[in-house]
């Protein structure tokens, strides 16, 4: 199939979706106030709480929110055909994901930047919260250990990709002295200052590469287990303005860019799709997933589709940068639009390998290197379509080797670089682009640990402060270093004894999970301030959706863990659905009641009575980042 069909129905679907259903269920369903105070105005303290110009924050909230999932994801349940991974990505962004994204970043807005947690235990009830809270916690774990695990895996010995991932540390800290001190509010001097930089970083790291600073630069994986969590830390105890949001909208511009240039390439080459529509593997079976197309397809792909995770970015720092309510929308459902795009991309590379190419890149090395495992075994076991087909010309021409390499990131790149390499004077290039793509991998996903590592810094800190009060403080300085410290001890410890290898099969469902989670509460809070009980619809249909697929899943899982001998990931995820269904029975014990009582006004904190006072509390957003 040409993949221009594709793609262009994806643009039409997303765009109409963010046109009219976003704008029905912000004007109709939440009822947006413009004139509010937020609470980055009302609580501004220049650490956490700090208006931020709206064009900076989305491309915050979207370099914090696309991190593997959207590239990896697709690439991953490619197995499954295009044609499922295309539809759960476009009805799932459009129904769930970003209806999702904008509910948790209203109801936070709404109420002072708290947390998911803290919202689910004053809208839902106390049990609710502290299962939230507990389940929250260990998800945000998992998911910063997987992303830093990836993160390693791409950059060690690599004196590339590492110089130029380093680079973006003292360009960004520039960029925050830029805006914040030394020309207050020009963002365009600064964008053009701190993208210039990163071009130059980006071409100085193929001679780093390869002259005698390379060894500064090339580290173990034992190394970067160490560095990453230090740099998670570092950045979850600097103000926002300093270090994160600057480095996360540079990366935006990189990760955009790239973007472009892919869809650029997919318009002007419009390459065949050689992967089927639906392969013999929708049944179960598959090379790279065992189980079946559902509900594994929606485990997969997550971001892009629906991401639990992106419910903690929206209750998270977001809601305390945003200027006004009037840009709820665009950076959150607008994000979620874009990240599923993203994710058509990345199908559409995978899907322009060669089938045999695809299964041969991302089936288990020690299967692939195994003589039981020759390539006329494999083609008797999986069939006829895992002939591999130009499997030696392709490492050729990137130069290194890229069968048995499982994962997602390598046939990404690959498929990413054959796309570029048919443009126009790009044929002698594919080496080139295809290291390119792994460091836009690598900054995709560096940009969800900062942001992910801060985010759990918060949820600790409301834990810790219902015990100790002033730990609860978002500006008490012993508190910040100390949960910041554990949270980046926890996910780190994960990382470098690769204990996340025996619980990696938990995190597809312990994110969506996370996704029943916000949606439930997303319920709650339309039966209880929406101006008509039927639009609780909008959030309990996808919940339905989800709750049934995520749970189908997890007992799947749990017999596989049953089979496999493998006790600790059995005992975990039956803890995970024990705390989601401990949330869903106390939600639907609250909707009977907030049915049977009398209607309530708006989502009231921070509401009218202070909207005087906007013009005080309003210093100019231009002055910060």
């Known amino acids: 199939m040409n993949s221009l069909a594709l793609v262009a129905v994806s643009i039409c679907v997303l765009a109409l979706g963010y046109r009219y259903y976003a704008a029905w269920v912000a004007a109709k369903v939440l ?27 989305f491309g915050h909230h979207f370099a914090a929110i696309a991190g593997a999932g959207p590239l990896i994801g697709p690439v991953l349940a490619a197995q499954f055909g295009w044609g499922p991974c295309a539809l ?70 690599s004196p590339w990709g590492t110089f130029t991932i380093a ?122 997933f065992p189980g079946p197309v559902w509900p594994y397809v929606s485990l997969i792909i997550m971001c892009g589709a629906i991401s639990g995770f992106h419910a903690l970015i929206a209750s998270g720092t977001t809601p305390k940068m945003i200027s006004s309510e009037r840009e709820i929308v665009g950076i959150s459902y607008g994000a979620m639009v874009v990240e599923g795009f993203v994710a058509i991309l990345a199908l559409v590379a995978a899907c322009s390998l060669q089938p045999g190419d695809y299964y041969h890149i991302n089936i288990d090395p020690k299967s692939y290197q195994s ?16 002939q591999a087909h130009d499997l030696g010309n392709l490492s050729k021409m990137v130069g290194e080797n890229v069968g048995g390499r499982p994962g ?128 609780a619809l909008v959030a309990f249909l996808p919940l339905c959706f989800l709750s049934v697929t995520v749970i189908y899943a997890g007992i799947l899982n749990i017999d596989g863990y049953i089979a496999k001998g493998l006790l600790v990931p059995e005992v975990l995820t039956v803890a995970m659905l024990a705390l989601v269904c401990v949330v869903l029975v106390d939600s639907v014990l609250r909707w009977y009641g907030l049915v049977r009582a009398p209607r309530r006004a708006p989502l009231p904190v921070l509401g009218r009575e202070i909207a005087a006072d906007m013009a005080s509390l309003r210093q100019p957003v231009a002055e910060s980042v």
């Not at 290291?435 to 640990?449: G, K, P, Q, S």
């Open 88 to 157: 759960w990505i476009l009805v799932g962004a459009v129904f769930a994901g970003a209806i999702q994204d904008l509910l948790i970043l209203w109801a936070s807005v709404r109420q002072r930047g708290e947390g998911l947690g803290q919202i689910a235990r004053e809208q839902v009830g106390p049990v609710s919260g502290w299962a939230t809270a507990v389940g929250i916690l260990f998800i945000m774990v998992v998911a910063l250990a997987g992303l830093g695990l990836v993160v390693v895996n791409a950059l060690k010995g």
């Open 167 to 288: 680079a973006t540390i003292p360009i960004a800290l520039l960029m925050g002295q830029w805006i914040h001190r030394w020309r207050p509010g020009d963002v365009k001097g600064a964008s053009i200052f701190g993208v210039t930089l990163l071009l130059g970083a980006l071409l100085g790291g193929n001679w780093v590469a390869h002259s005698q600073y390379a060894r500064l630069f090339t580290y173990s994986s034992e190394a970067l287990c160490v560095i990453l969590p230090a740099y998670g830390f570092i950045a979850a105890v600097l103000p926002v303005w300093m270090l994160l949001c600057p480095r996360d909208y540079l990366s935006t511009y990189m990760k955009l860019g790239v973007v472009g240039l892919l869809a650029v390439g997919v318009l002007l080459i419009h390459p065949t799709m050689h992967m089927p529509m639906v392969t013999q593997y929708v049944h179960g079976g598959g090379p790279i």
């Open 408 to 535: 997602g990131g390598v046939t990404l790149a690959v498929g990413m670089a054959s796309v570029f390499s048919k443009l126009p004077f790009m044929g002698t290039l594919m080496a080139f682009w295809y290291h390119f793509a792994i460091v836009f991998e690598a900054m995709f996903i560096l940009t969800t640990i900062d942001t992910g590592t801060r985010v759990a810094r918060f949820i600790i800190q409301e834990l810790i402060g219902a015990l100790y009060k002033p730990a609860g403080r978002t500006n008490w300085l012993p508190g910040i270093l100390f949960s910041s410290a554990l949270i980046s001890l926890g996910w780190g410890y994960l990382v470098y004894f690769n204990g996340i290898s025996t619980i990696w099969p938990m995190f597809g469902v312990a994110n969506q999970l996370l996704g029943v989670l916000s949606l439930a509460i997303g319920t709650t809070l339309l039966l209880r301030y929406s101006p008509r009980r039927l639009h």
């Open 31 to 57: 009822v947006l106030e413009p004139d509010r105070v937020t609470p980055a105005h009302q609580f501004r303290n220049g650490r956490d709480y700090h208006p931020t110009n709206r064009f900076v924050l």
């Open 371 to 386: 003589a039981a495992y020759s390539a006329s075994a494999l083609v008797g076991k999986y069939g006829p379509a895992f």
